[in-house]
C-alpha cells in the first residue's frame, strides 16, 4: 500500500506562514482525491482541504482564503500553503487518500505538528 508521509509542521507565530508537504511512497495518479485533515487536542479530527486527480479544490469554510492546496503528479507530493496563520490553526496535520465521494480511506500516518503561539 503506498505510504503518505507528512512534514513541514513547526512553530510560528501569529501571522505567519508554513508550506506543508506530503510525499507518497508511490504514484499519486491513482488517487481520485486527495486531502488535508487536522486533529486539535480534544477536537475530532477535520477537513481542512482536498484536490481531485484533476486538480479542484475544495476548502474548509474556516480556511476562508488562508490556505492553498496543491499537488505535483511526478514528484508524487501534496502541499497544503498556509498564511496568516492563527493560534486555532494549532493541530496535527494530516494528509490522506479520499475517495470519489470524499471519504477519507487508508491508514493514518504520523501528521506533522503545527504549532501557532507568539
Known amino acids: 500500500q503506498v505510504q503518505l508521509v507528512e512534514a513541514g509542521g513547526g512553530l510560528v507565530q501569529p501571522g505567519g506562514s508554513l508550506r506543508l508537504t506530503c510525499v507518497a511512497t508511490g504514484s499519486i495518479l491513482n488517487f481520485a482525491r486527495l486531502g488535508w485533515y487536522r486533529q486539535a487536542p480534544g477536537k475530532q479530527r477535520e477537513l481542512v482541504a482536498s484536490?481531485?486527480?484533476?486538480?479542484?479544490?475544495n476548502y474548509g469554510d474556516f480556511v476562508k482564503g488562508r490556505f492553498t492546496i496543491s499537488r505535483d503528479n511526478v514528484k508524487n507530493t501534496v502541499y497544503l500553503q498556509m498564511n496568516s496563520l492563527k493560534p486555532e490553526d494549532t493541530a496535527v496535520y494530516y494528509c490522506q487518500r479520499q475517495t470519489v465521494a470524499g471519504n477519507p480511506w487508508g491508514s493514518w500516518g504520523q501528521g506533522t505538528q503545527v504549532t501557532v503561539s507568539s
Open positions: 484536490i481531485t486527480s484533476g486538480g479542484s479544490t
